[in-house]
C-alpha cells in the first residue's frame, strides 16, 4: 500500500501520520521528493483501514501495489535511485563502467589490465578471486590470495574494486576489502546469502539469475532490502534460451522493463550475455541506447591463455575503442561518462 501525501505537507504531520500506521504493525518507509511525498507500507497491511487513513487532511489518495516486491518498486520509490560507490554515483545522468578480467590470475595481470582500463575510462574494476564453475575441475580462482591482488591493484590505480561472493561465511572479510560486492547468476537465489547481505550497507551488484524472470530477478533484490540495506545494483547478464550459438540470449528489454517497475539501477553485461568477444562492442553500445546505466565488460591483457571466459574477454585497445564510441552514443541519449 502506498499512501500519497499532499505537495508541501510539513514533517511533524508526516511524522504523526507514520506514527500512526506504524502502531497498526507494518513498516512505514517515507520518500520526500520535490514534487511528490508518499508513505509505503511493508507488511500485513489487510488490517490497516483506509478510510482512517483517507481521513488524514494531508492525505491525497491511497495505491495499492500488486507487485509482491514493495521496497524496489518504483512505485514506493518514484526517483531514480543512485548508489554511492567512493563517490562514484551508479545510477543517474552519469554512466558507469565496470571493467577487468573474468579471474584474477597473478599480480602482474591484475594491476596491467587495472591501469589499461583506467586509461580508457572504466569508473571500477571488476576481477573474480573465488569462481563459480560449471566444472569441479575447471580453475575455482585465487581465493582470498586473488582478494589481497584486487586491492594491490587499487592501491596502484584508485579504481574501486568489484568482486563474487560465494558464501556468507566470508561477507566479514568481503565488507572490509571489496567496494561492491557481486551476487552472481548461480547465487541470486541463495537467500541465506541475501539475507546477510541486507544486513551489511555494502553496495551489492546483483546479476539475474540463468532462467530468472524479471519478478524473481527483483524479489531477489528485495531480499537484500528487506533487511536493511538499499544500495542494490542490477545487472542484466543473459538468460538461458533454445538458442546455442551464444552463451546466453541478452535481454536488453529488461532494461527499460526494470526501469519500468523498479528505482534501482540497472547495468548490462554484454561478456557473459553473449560468450563471444568479438558481439561485446555492438551489444555495449545497443545497452546504452536503450537505458541501461552502464556496462561490465571482461577485459584481458591475454584472452588466448586465460584461465577463465578467454574467448569473451576483449584486449584492453578494443576496449579503449568501445569507449570512445559509448561516449558518442550516451551523449546522443543525454547521458554522461
Known sequence: MIVVLKKGTEQKDIDKLTDMLERQGVTVNPVVGSDIIILGLVGDTSKIDPTQIEADRNVERIMHVAEPFKKANRAFHPEDTVVDVLGHPVGGQKLTVIAGPC?????????SVAQSVKASGAHLLRGGAFKP??????FQGMKYQGLELLMEAKAATGLPIVSEIMSPGDIEIFEREVDVIQVG????????????LGKIKKPILL??????TIEEWLMSAEYIMAGGNENVILCERGIRTFETYTRNTIDLG?????????????LVDPSHATGKWWMVEPLAKAAIAVGADGLMIEVHNDPEHALCDGQQS??????????????LIAAAVGRSM
Not at 133 to 138: E, G, H, K, L, V
Not at 207 to 212: E, V
Not at 314 to 327: A, L
Open 103 to 111: 579471474s584474477v590470475e597473478s599480480k602482474e595481470q591484475i594491476i
Open 133 to 138: 564453475r560449471t566444472s569441479p575441475y575447471a
Open 185 to 196: 547468476a548461480r547465487n541470486m537465489q541463495n537467500f541465506d546469502l541475501l539475507k546477510q
Open 207 to 212: 546479476k539475474r539469475g540463468l532462467s530468472a
Open 254 to 266: 529488461a532494461v527499460p522493463a526494470v526501469k519500468k517497475l523498479s528505482h534501482l539501477p540497472i
Open 314 to 327: 576483449i584486449k584492453p585497445q578494443v576496449f579503449d575503442s568501445v569507449m570512445r564510441d559509448i561516449r
